[in-house]
């Protein structure tokens, strides 16, 4: 498929002619079968992805009750919004290329201000250049984000724990719930977790899978976060043997060439230093995967840049023994075609959950997230090519509209009615949410005319309100 970057007259161009391009909806037989025999209803179709709002184990927040006994937790709700707030916030630093490139522009922009100032002697051109000079370190600073690592101590890992806990681990439960769901016969015997932080992702593996996993592999740079991971398994008193067997605690990766069967970086890769930190380290855990690499980001458009930018990376691995492809959310392993809109909408998806109730009453909120799953070894022709929606469906009146992001490596945009579809295929649309997967296929017919060149077959969207 051709891809372009799209420009204000491509923007006119598109809209202009996709009118002639009609998504034909196939939908899935085995589905439309199984709801004809009463085996499940539409509203229970194999594409909603469960579970809709996640709730913290008890034995967790016994634990935290018991991790945070000897602190103020009223100051460490505060100062945890704080934190969360600024975590959202949070951008990549800007590459030294960039940086530099940026700073002479900046620096030939100041400098014309200042050529028509009569210069003297030597002393009248240092104080013009220390004038151009504090210009364009001003305006650095109000243009490039000011990025530095966070160390996180005793004090701030109970931070991370008291405001990300819960929507991380909800975040998580999704994410594996979906593998467990469209892979039933995958059971993890070893789970690997890079910037584990206070072990959410162990928490959320072992709704599925604890009593298959037997190595819990954890790194995290912070050696607070470390021990207050392992005094949470504990029950929150850090002390008696481990609940849970084989967990291992780690401040660097591992050199060893040793696999797992299930990989994960959870909001880690924004806290590396550059690009080719971060690329280098999706390349180490992507050689130590076995069959899964879950990342996971922030669901802004510095989370999901950074997604998309491991996705490329990985899908751009040739060698054979080595080649993945996206399990999910993408139905292809094409360029995002979000990605190439570059309207400033991130690729995210959203999950609801309770705030954990320690020092304040639960409240339901709801958390976005971007990410992707990546499978080892090529995608099999056989799978189903089920679009996702990438926004809440419109429920209207006999008729529902749906954004999906389908297999054809597009965004479409396709009005559900009884009429037109079918009545079992209309409501598994209007049950299915964001996140979700429609159980039907979605095939481009377009119109041939005058007006429909060869040229719009690249289109990279159907429809530009997604």
């Not at 240092?126 to 101590?153: F, T």
């Amino acid at each position: 498929m051709f891809c372009f970057k799209v420009t204000p007259s491509s923007v006119s161009f598109i809209r202009k002619y996709s009118a002639k391009v009609k998504p034909a909806i196939v939908p899935d037989k085995h589905v439309i079968d199984n709801i004809n025999n009463n085996v499940f209803k539409p509203k229970k179709h194999p594409g909603i992805m469960k579970p809709k709002t996640v709730l913290v184990p008890e034995t967790l927040i016994k634990a935290v009750v018991n991790a945070t006994e000897d602190s103020p937790v009223k100051a460490l709700i505060t100062n945890g919004q704080y934190l969360e707030k600024h975590l959202k916030g949070r951008v990549p630093p800007m590459e030294h290329a960039q940086l530099r490139e940026l700073t002479q522009k900046i620096k030939q922009r100041v400098s014309s201000k200042y050529k028509d100032v009569v210069i003297n002697n030597e002393q009248d051109e240092a104080r013009v250049k220390q004038m151009v000079e504090s210009r364009v370190q001003n305006i650095l600073k109000e243009k490039v984000y000011n990025w530095k690592p966070i160390k996180y101590d005793a004090y701030r890992s109970l931070l991370y724990l008291m405001a990300r806990f819960a929507p991380e681990y909800s975040v998580l439960v999704k994410i594996f719930g979906e593998i467990c769901s469209r892979d039933p016969e995958f059971k993890p015997r070893s789970f690997f977790d890079f910037g584990s932080g206070v072990g959410t992702a162990t928490w959320a593996a072992n709704v599925y899978w604890k009593h298959h996993i037997f190595e819990y592999y954890n790194v995290d740079a912070s050696s607070d976060m470390n021990d207050l991971a392992q005094i949470l398994l504990q029950g929150g008193r850090g002390t008696g043997k481990m609940p849970t067997k084989g967990v291992f605690y780690r401040q660097f990766l591992p050199a060893t060439k040793i696999t797992f069967d299930l990989v994960i970086s959870a909001y880690s890769l924004l806290e590396l230093p550059s690009m080719q930190a971060r690329l280098q380290t999706v390349l180490n855990l992507w050689n130590k995967t076995e069959k899964y690499l879950v990342i996971v980001e922030q669901g802004t458009n510095a989370g999901f840049k950074v997604v998309n930018e491991v996705r490329d990376f990985i899908l751009d691995i040739k060698k054979e023994s080595n080649i993945g492809h996206v399990f999910s959310p993408c139905p292809h392993d094409d360029t995002c075609p979000r990605f190439l809109l570059d309207d400033g909408t991130p690729c995210n998806f959203e999950v609801n959950y309770y705030t954990l109730p320690i020092g304040q009453i639960s409240q339901n909120r709801r958390e976005l997230y971007s990410y992707v799953i990546l499978k080892k070894g090529k995608r099999n022709e056989t799978d189903p090519k089920w679009p996702r929606p990438v926004r809440p469906a419109l429920v209207r009146a006999r008729h529902t509209i749906c954004r999906i992001c389908t297999a054809n490596g597009k965004l479409d945009e396709v009005i559900f009615t009884a009429a037109k579809h079918g009545k079992i295929t209309y409501h598994c649309a209007r049950s299915s949410e964001w996140g979700d997967l429609l159980p039907v296929e979605v095939n481009v017919n377009l119109e041939t005319d005058e007006h429909n060149p060869k040229s719009d077959k690249s289109g990279i969207c159907n429809k530009l309100t997604v």
